[in-house]
């Protein structure tokens, strides 16, 4: 009988390539083509296998890509780890994301104060930290129990999209709040300053300043309106400098958001 106590303890290194993939086709494939001696030794050598790094092999929605903070939860975990994105997809599809207490309580609010419904967030398809769905669910909801002042404060995305796709976001959710009949984009404001994470306060003071008095160096008519004001300026989505658009919504006392 073998003695695990005296067998040497073989070292294991797992070794992350952040951004590194396999295709068998060559064409524009960087990896194929560049001169890696070790991995190419390694991969003839030792036994491999291949693994999904998207969609509901991570825990993502079908058709969403996977990324860097997905990858390491999953590989961390052992396991296929749902995301929140898919969580809140899945409740919106059995319709209990209606329904949800919380939710509930925040119209429930609204309704009787009188006051109005903020919804701010990142109004993009990206699906790292948000997904233009999960806006359209809100407003829906709201709708549906009778508010009439909805107001939707767009953060524009452009680093996990291209960076001037916006239009098409802010045109799908126009065109719901107006087959809803309630409902409108309030403001638009690139991540850069909505979503830092560098604690640059400036930038942020710069969203808060919009979200809670109205105040911004730019307004348009209409959201695609400011967009384009910005694309002229030389703005791409992300860094969309914060635009009223419309009559000023500022948030009040006893408002939700």
């Known amino acids: 009988m073998t003695d695990r106590s005296t067998q040497a303890i ?4 797992l070794l992350i390539l952040d951004g590194f993939g396999y295709r068998e086709d060559s064409d524009f494939n960087a990896v194929s083509h560049a001169r ?5 030794r390694l991969w003839s050598e030792y036994p491999h296998t291949l693994i999904n790094t998207s969609e509901l092999h991570v825990g993502l929605p079908r058709g969403q890509m996977g990324n860097s903070e997905v990858g390491h939860l ?18 919106i599809e059995d319709s209990s994301f209606y329904t949800n207490p919380v939710f509930s309580e925040a119209v429930a609010t609204a309704q009787r104060n009188g006051s109005a419904f903020h919804i701010m967030g990142l109004l993009s398809p990206g699906g790292v930290h ?17 508010l009439e002042k909805i107001y939707v404060h767009a953060f524009l995305d452009g680093r996990d999209t291209p960076p001037r796709s916006a239009a098409q976001s802010l045109q799908a959710l126009e065109a719901q709040c107006k087959q809803l009949g309630a409902g409108r984009i309030a403001s638009i404001v690139g991540r850069y300053f ?14 808060y300043d919009l979200l809670t008095s109205a105040t911004a160096p ?24 914060a635009t009223v658009i419309g009559a000023p919504i500022a948030m009040q006392d006893d408002d939700v958001a």
């Open 10 to 13: 073989t070292p294991v290194l």
């Open 36 to 40: 890696k001696p070790n991995w190419d």
């Open 74 to 91: 999953n590989i961390g975990a052992g396991r296929v780890v749902y995301q929140e994105l898919t969580k809140v997809d899945l409740a």
């Open 130 to 146: 948000s997904h233009e769905t999960h806006i359209h669910a809100m407003v829906k909801m709201a709708a549906q129990a009778g």
């Open 194 to 207: 909505a979503m830092d994470r560098d604690n640059r306060w400036e930038r942020v003071q710069i969203a």
């Open 218 to 241: 730019f307004s348009a008519a209409d959201a695609q309106a400011g967009l384009t004001a910005a694309y002229a300026r030389g703005e791409n989505d992300e860094f969309v400098q």
